[in-house]
T-cell receptor, first 114, second 114 residues
Framework: KQEVTQIPAALSVPEGENLVLNCSFT??????LQWFRQDPGKGLTSLLL?????REQTSGRLNASLDKSSGRSTLYIAASQPGDSATYLC?????????????FGSGTQLTVLP | DTAVSQTPKYLVTQMGNDKSIKCEQN?????MYWYKQDSKKFLKIMFS???????INETVPNRFSPKSPDKAHLNLHINSLELGDSAVYFC?????????????FGDGTRLSIL
């Protein structure tokens, strides 16, 4: 059974810092890995999706990497801003089976201080 | 303009009651999902429908019955509500249940059982 772990559970940084969020998963047979952002009282917003054959994806100040063999992914946020404060969730989709349901980590709650 | 919309946003009800949550997506997607987020913010898949057919049914009590009248709608009916059903329920959709397309989430329905 796939398990997804995110470290740290919470992170507080001053504005302008670069930071890294970590995600690990136990079963390396994945189809893809997604990073989401969740704001309080809101749903999830998809940030980046990395296919199993890819090593990284970039969108603006965000860069996500994937090392499937070691079961790890990182989300790098450059020049953090207070508006980046949110909970960041990592989720993986299984590499086999008839459906691609996501298995989520418990998230990293990020606070960027002005 | 809302892509995935859920109603109601908040639902407060007594134990033992029956309630429904509605979900609609206007993205033209063919796959829809229901997730449950517990008090520890852990998200877990409940059901998935592709073209109105059930493709995922995780270990969920049979008091929960999803219904998909068409591809754009996936409603969740819950019978005999229990205290443990208190959570945030998220609806999501994607194009293809076997693809590398990201899932789009609604803002959630906060269910509180008294």
């Amino acid at each position: 059974k796939q398990e997804v772990t995110q470290i740290p559970a919470a992170l507080s940084v001053p504005e302008g810092e670069n930071l890294v969020l970590n995600c690990s998963f136990t079963d390396s047979a994945i189809y893809n890995l997604q990073w989401f952002r969740q704001d309080p009282g809101k749903g999830l917003t998809s940030l980046l999706l990395i296919q199993s054959s890819q090593r990284e994806q970039t969108s603006g100040r965000l860069n996500a990497s994937l090392d499937k063999s070691s079961g790890r992914s990182t989300l790098y946020i450059a020049a953090s801003q207070p508006g980046d404060s949110a909970t960041y969730l990592c989720a993986v989709s299984p590499g086999s089976g008839s459906a691609r349901q996501l298995t989520f980590g418990s998230g990293t709650q990020l606070t960027v201080l002005p | 303009d809302t892509a995935v919309s859920q109603t109601p946003k908040y639902l407060v009800t007594q134990m033992g009651n029956d309630k429904s949550i509605k979900c609609e997506q206007n993205l033209g997607h063919d796959t829809m999902y229901w997730y449950k987020q517990d008090s520890k913010k852990f998200l877990k898949i409940m059901f998935s429908y592709n073209n109105k057919e059930l493709i995922i049914n995780e270990t969920v009590p049979n008091r929960f019955s999803p219904k998909s009248p068409d591809k754009a709608h996936l409603n969740l009916h819950i019978n005999s509500l229990e205290l443990g059903d208190s959570a945030v329920y998220f609806c999501a959709s994607s194009q293809g249940h076997n693809s590398n397309q990201p899932q789009h989430f609604g803002d959630g329905t906060r269910l509180s059982i008294l």
